[in-house]
């Protein structure tokens, strides 16, 4: 069973902070994503990576950045915290696309003040 | 610009009875469309997908419904039961980039 791993269940940080969110996969998953969740917005796509060192721009990259030195690993940036980006953060990976469903990690509920 | 919505946020029914969930989009190069499960506390569950090739993919007591022309898609549980309250959403992949769209997500409850 797959599973993916997303470091922190519940986080609180001050605005203006650099924020690191770590997700881990455990089934060599070429692909890994993070996306985010709002009331009334669905899940929104942050940025994607189809490969180590890969990175590809979603819908709201603005304000964060990726980093996949290897394989399993797929960290999310904050380069500086705002309040409008308090959200439910989910980080998801796939062994193929298309029709193949994504397996996601619980979400890291992220809180700026 | 969502490319994928699903237009009622909540959904009520009775146990034992036809949960029918309805999505739309918008991008006409989805090659895939997926539904899937969300518990509180938990990430979304893959439930069932279609190919944009296909009009209905059935999976026990889910079936998917496709109508490419009006860019709809339903996802039917019958018989409901309460275990199938969750939040539900639609998602469409396909295009330059192959990645997922998801809808907004209703919220179902099956009432015993």
């Known amino acids: 069973d797959v599973k993916v791993t997303q470091s922190s269940r519940y986080l609180v940080k001050r605005t203006g902070e650099k924020v690191f969110l770590e997700c881990v996969q455990d089934?060599?998953?070429?692909?890994m994503f993070w996306y985010r969740q709002d009331p009334g917005l669905g899940l929104r796509l942050i940025y994607f990576s189809y490969d180590v060192k890969m990175k590809e721009k979603g819908d709201i990259p603005e304000g964060y950045s990726v980093s996949r030195e290897k394989k399993e690993r797929f960290s999310l940036i904050l380069e500086s915290a705002s309040t409008n980006q308090t959200s439910m953060y989910l980080c998801?990976?796939?062994?193929?696309?298309?029709?193949?469903?994504?397996?996601f990690g619980s979400g890291t509920r992220l809180t700026v003040v | 610009d969502q490319q994928v919505k699903q237009n009622s946020p909540s959904l009520s029914v009775q146990e034992g009875r036809i949960s029918i969930l309805n999505c739309d989009y918008t991008?006409?190069?989805?090659?895939?469309f997926l539904w899937y499960k969300k518990y509180p506390a938990e990430g979304p569950t893959f439930l069932i997908s279609i190919s944009s090739i296909k009009d209905k993919n059935e999976d026990g007591r889910f079936t998917v419904f496709l109508n490419k022309s009006a860019k709809h898609l339903s996802l039917h549980i019958v018989p409901s039961q309460p275990g199938d309250s969750a939040v539900y959403f639609c998602a469409a992949s396909g295009g330059r980039n192959n990645d997922m769209r998801f809808g907004a997500g209703t919220r179902l409850t099956v009432k015993p």
């Open positions: 089934m060599d998953h070429e692909n």
């Open positions: 991008n006409s190069m989805f090659d895939y």
């Open positions: 998801a990976s796939s062994l193929l696309t298309g029709g193949y469903g994504y397996t």
